[in-house]
T-cell receptor, first 111, second 116 residues
Framework: KQEVTQIPAALSVPEGENLVLNCSFTDSAIYNLQWFRQDPGKGLTSLLLIQSSQREQTSGRLNASLDKSSGRSTLYIAASQPGDSATYLCAATNTGNQFYFGTGTSLTVIP | GAVVSQHPSWVICKSGTSVKIECRSLDFQATTMFWYRQFPKQSLMLMATSNEGSKATYEQGVEKDKFLINHASLTLSTLTVTSAHPEDSSFYIC????????????FGSGTRLTVV
């Protein structure tokens, strides 16, 4: 069974700093990997989707990379802002389209 | 495009009653939808896979008689929590994948269930 882990569990940074969130998965036979943002008490907002044949995706200040062979993905956030404060979840999907979610990283950007 | 609507966003019910949560794909057809549960400060756990026109597939440890799933059309799946108890209080989220691969999965806004 796929296991997804995210490190760190919580992160606090001053505004303007660049940061990296880490996601690791045990089964490299993934279909794709997706990063989400979850605000307190809310649903999920999709940030970036990386298909298994891709190595990275970019959207604005966000860049996600995927290394299937090592079972790792990273989410890079440039020039962090207080509005970036949220929980970030990564999820790996298998060919059955089932999601395996990581434990999440709670990010706080201090003004 | 690719919007999943979930209703209600929050509900409070008395112990022993049943609650129905709806998940709709607004602008695409979804033959498969997924239901997740999230306890406080924990990640999402898959409960079941809802298949249009057939029985749902439940994850190990999830009681199918307690969490009834109906996927009667290509745009609607419902989750009914029967005889709810306080330990069923949780955040329930559904998801579906639009036909175009590059959309990835879309999630509903979630339903906060509180059983008193």
């Amino acid at each position: 069974k796929q296991e997804v882990t995210q490190i760190p569990a919580a992160l606090s940074v001053p505004e303007g700093e660049n940061l990296v969130l880490n996601c690791s998965f045990t089964d490299s036979a993934i279909y794709n990997l997706q990063w989400f943002r979850q605000d307190p008490g809310k649903g999920l907002t999709s940030l970036l989707l990386i298909q298994s044949s891709q190595r990275e995706q970019t959207s604005g200040r966000l860049n996600a990379s995927l290394d299937k062979s090592s079972g790792r993905s990273t989410l890079y956030i440039a020039a962090s802002q207080p509005g970036d404060s949220a929980t970030y979840l990564c999820a790996a999907t298998n060919t059955g389209n089932q999601f395996y979610f990581g434990t999440g990283t709670s990010l706080t950007v201090i003004p | 495009g690719a919007v999943v609507s979930q209703h209600p966003s929050w509900v409070i019910c008395k112990s022993g009653t049943s609650v129905k949560i709806e998940c709709r794909s607004l602008d695409f057809q979804a033959t498969t939808m997924f239901w997740y549960r999230q306890f406080p400060k924990q990640s999402l756990m898959l409960m079941a896979t809802s298949n249009e026109g057939s029985k749902a597939t439940y994850e190990q440890g999830v009681e199918k008689d307690k969490f009834l799933i109906n996927h009667a059309s290509l745009t609607l799946s419902t989750l009914t929590v029967t005889s709810a108890h306080p330990e069923d209080s949780s955040f329930y989220i559904c998801s579906a994948r639009p036909p175009l691969l590059n959309y990835g999965y879309t999630f509903g806004s979630g339903t906060r269930l509180t059983v008193v």
